[in-house]
């Protein structure tokens, strides 16, 4: 059965850090792109990072860039979310997603298995 589960969510001060941890399991990394979305209150579910695993390649949302690192561990089958400079609008539950296909994509349609999400709030 696949099943993806997050973990790390957390309450931190701004300026602070985190780390988010995708854990997969019945699926082999190598054969897909792992996606981060986030969505706050009474928002749409938006991006906020993608990595081919294989590939190395990285894609990032322009809110995020430079403060999140996506990284997948050598056995593949767990994705971290590394969140620095934290700021209030950071604030969501953050997922972490599947997308069947090599190619990278910003968007929740084009993935196809979902975790449960973890809450990050950012709060002072």
């Known amino acids: 059965q696949r099943r993806l589960v997050e973990s790390g969510g957390a309450l931190v001060q701004p300026g602070g850090s985190l780390r988010l941890s995708c854990a997969a399991s019945?699926?082999?990394?190598?054969?897909?792109?792992i996606g981060w979305f986030r969505q706050a209150p009474g928002k749409e579910r938006e991006f906020v990072a993608a990595?081919?695993?294989?590939?190395?390649?990285?894609y990032y949302s322009p809110s995020v860039k430079g403060r999140f690192t996506i990284s997948a561990d050598t056995s593949r089958i767990r994705v971290h979310l590394q969140m620095n400079s934290l700021r209030p609008e950071d604030t969501a539950v953050y997922y972490c997603?599947?997308?069947?296909?090599?190619?990278?994509?910003?968007?929740?349609?084009?993935?196809?298995?979902w975790g449960q999400g973890t809450q990050v709030t950012v709060s002072s």
């Open positions: 997603a599947v997308r069947n296909m090599l190619s990278i994509a910003s968007t929740p349609p084009e993935y196809d298995y």
């Open positions: 019945g699926f082999n990394l190598e054969y897909y792109v």
């Open positions: 990595i081919n695993p294989v590939a190395g390649n990285t």
